[in-house]
């Protein structure tokens, strides 16, 4: 899936099929549907669902929590606008991973 597909399923009432509970959690994040994502990532191990729950919590305003959670995603703080650090990280989380 291309980060541009991902950005038009957020038209559907319901995720694409098979995410991972990190890009899960963005789709709903993207619907507005707060804790319905956090609740995806508020449990899953990896820096992949650390970095989403840190979004996350700088959606939400908290920013000593995003704080925390960027640091357990190995990720600086970020200071741009919102969206674009969601399309970011959907970008990030949508790249074909490469070979070892």
Known sequence: MTPELFRASLSASH???G???ALEALWWAGKGVWERAHA???DEPGAEAAWV????HRVEGDLANAGYWYKRAGRTVAVGGLDEEG???A???LAPSEPP
């Open 87 to 89: 399309r970011a990280i």
């Open 53 to 56: 729950h840190a979004y996350l």
């Open 40 to 42: 995806l990532v508020q």
């Open 91 to 93: 970008a990030a989380l």
């Open 15 to 17: 995720p694409p099929a």
């Open 19 to 21: 995410l991972p509970p």
